[in-house]
Nanobody, 126 residues
């Protein structure tokens, strides 16, 4: 069964850094693109970043230059390195398999069979 478990969140001051991990199981991980999403209180869930099976990456404009997504297929894990964190980055962060475009790029849209887990809380505050 498909399972993705997020970890690595916490409380950090503005300008600080965190690295989130998404550990996957139950599917052929190297063939799938994986995305990170976040949901802040009172806000809709939004795409943050995604990485294709060939490690091409996509970022939301709000995090470009600050966040870096990567994957380790041997560990079936995707990471999100978050630097220069801002209070507006505060949210629960989730990962999920995402669609792949005809150009073999990832899209910020979860596949139909994806289910949202508990996520990991990121709080940026002084």
């Amino acid at each position: 069964q498909l399972q993705l478990v997020e970890s690595g969140g916490g409380l950090v001051q503005p300008g600080g850094s965190l690295r989130l991990s998404c550990a996957a199981s139950g599917f052929t991980f190297p063939y799938y693109a994986i995305g990170w999403f976040r949901q802040a209180p009172g806000k809709e869930r939004e795409g943050v970043s995604c990485i294709s099976s060939s490690s091409s990456t996509t970022y939301a404009d709000s995090v470009k230059g600050r966040f870096t997504i990567s994957r380790d297929n041997a560990k079936t894990t995707v990471y999100l390195q978050m630097n220069s964190l801002k209070p507006e980055d505060t949210a629960v962060y989730y990962c999920a398999p995402v669609l792949t475009t005809v150009q073999s790029m990832c899209a910020m849209r979860a596949v139909d069979f994806a289910s949202w887990g508990q996520g990991t809380q990121v709080t940026v505050s002084s």
